[in-house]
């Protein structure tokens, strides 16, 4: 793992295979590390022939914290979207986005394939839409639009995502089954369910960084960020939608959304997917990745 100083913060990075080959970008979730994007599924796009970068988004993993804003007052927050207000926020997905062009140069990276996952969806197709001459190929996964027409969350998913979690300081068994639980919870009915292997993960999480203000803060980024289609209708790179059609968080309709916003997406929908990536679809996915990244123009 390096560090690389990137729109005015540090951000943590890992590279894979072959530094000559057209690079694929790779950005997290929400409140979730780079380590998502397991390396086992790296090895997939890096035996494709592509060098793959993964990073900490702000407020995740090693990447900088930004402690010294106040806690969000998600209350306020509601109150201020649902009134047709935009609130003052640490930072947008904008400036997340800018990040993650900040990190390639940094690396010296003068166009990228850039796959999204979640909130790092969002974040990719702010790059598509506002960065165009830097984004080779798009792959948004499991995310959203931003219209606000679009069906709402299962209640239940959502009501466990946000409880507050067992500190993992003093209660760390009670914090890995509260998140296997919700992982179970939104993984889908189409593949199994490996506990160990997420439990293992969400501890090395633990082990790397834990910080639920700095999610909150992401959580912020997201609710003010609003609807882009508009921008996303002069997206010009070549465009993949990945969604699973068991998705809890994101429903189906917001991939289709996604697609629809974008001119000439493919969508591809998944049975039995639900919002995560389970290693059984880790070889379509990368196919899927490699597919788009041949429409491009080249760099």
Known sequence: MDIAKANGIELAWESFGN???????????????MIRWTAPFCAHLVALGY????????????????DAYPAVNFGALAAALGAGERPEVPYTLYDMAADAIGLMDALGIAQAHIVGRSMGGMIAQIMASEHASRVLSLTSIMSSTGNPA????????????????????????????????????????GYPFDEEAHRALASEELSRAYDPA?????????????DRRARLSAVTAPTLVIHGNDDPLFLPDCGRDTAASIPEAELLLIAGMGHDLPVGVWQQIAGKIDSVARRAAPA
Do not use: K
């Open 19 to 33: 530094t000559n080959g057209e690079v694929v970008l790779l950005i997290a979730g929400l409140g979730t590390q």
């Open 150 to 189: 679009l069906p709402q969350a299962a209640p239940d998913a959502m009501a466990m995502m946000m409880q507050p979690m067992p500190d993992p300081s003093f209660d760390r068994a009670g914090f890995l089954s509260r998140s296997s639980a919700f992982a179970r919870r939104i993984a889908g009915s």
């Open 51 to 66: 060098r793959v970068v993964r990073f900490d988004n702000r407020d995740a993993g090693y990447s900088t914290h930004l």
């Open 214 to 226: 700095g999610t909150g803060r992401q959580i912020a980024a997201v609710g003010v960020t609003g």
